[in-house]
């Protein structure tokens, strides 16, 4: 079967650095999406990496291992309006997304 | 301003009764998905459509209907067969490409009473 593992919640200080991560097992692989998304509201795009490496965006950068099925999430300098889910999603051989449950970070000033 | 409308933002409905969920856009964009969110779960695929009067079943799809008449607009039928209805309904777009950024509409939070 698929599936995508995540930890379902984490709590980091505000201004520090997190690291969320992302395990999955699917059949096939065209790529890897994170998205944020604050409660009650549409999940929005962060980033996508299909090469192994490091993708930086600012405050944000995601990283990915093809080989060990493995990918992060890395949020440096945090800020309170970073509290929200972290949704991690692999785009399967026939292109469908299968999503994780998510990771919802708390900030702590 | 281009974007992803769905309407209304929260529904509440009796059981046994159908409803139907708007969602529309003006992006231009080909294709079309309905998911729904449910507590603890990651996204659960319902209809996805690619191109006008075509739409596929996702994985959950049992007790909801869907049609694709117009590109702007995919409206999703939440059915009476529908066992457990009660979720955050969420719809999304993307372009022709395979492996394109989908988008999401502010998603409609339905509740049966």
């Known amino acids: 079967g698929q599936n995508i593992d995540q930890p379902t919640e984490m709590t980091a200080t505000e201004g520090a650095i997190v690291q969320i991560n992302c395990t999955y097992q699917t059949s096939g692989f065209n790529g890897l999406f994170w998205y944020q998304q604050h409660a009650g509201e549409a999940p929005t795009f962060l980033s996508y990496?299909?090469l192994d490496g490091l993708e930086e965006k600012g405050r944000f950068s995601s990283f990915l291992s093809r080989s060990k099925g493995y990918s992060y999430l890395l949020l440096k300098e945090l800020q309170m309006k970073d509290s929200a889910s972290y949704l991690c999603?692999?785009?399967?051989?026939?292109?469908?997304?299968?999503w994780g449950a998510g990771t919802k970070l708390i900030i702590k000033p | 301003d281009g974007g992803i409308t769905q309407s209304p933002k929260y529904l509440f409905r009796k059981e046994g009764q159908n409803v139907t969920l708007s969602c529309e856009q003006n992006?231009?964009?080909?294709?079309m998905y309905w998911y729904r969110q449910d507590p603890g779960q990651g996204l659960r695929l319902i209809y996805y459509s690619q191109i006008v009067n075509d739409f596929q079943k996702g994985d959950i799809a049992e007790g909801y209907s869907v049609s694709r008449e117009k590109k702007e607009s995919f409206p999703l039928t939440v059915t009476s067969a529908q066992k457990n209805p009660t979720a955050f309904y969420l719809c999304a777009s993307k372009t022709q490409g395979d492996a394109d950024t989908q988008y999401f509409g502010p998603g409609t939070r339905l509740t049966v009473l």
């Open positions: 992006l231009n964009h080909d294709a």
């Open positions: 990496n299909v």
């Open positions: 999603a692999v785009m399967d051989s026939n292109y469908q997304l299968i």
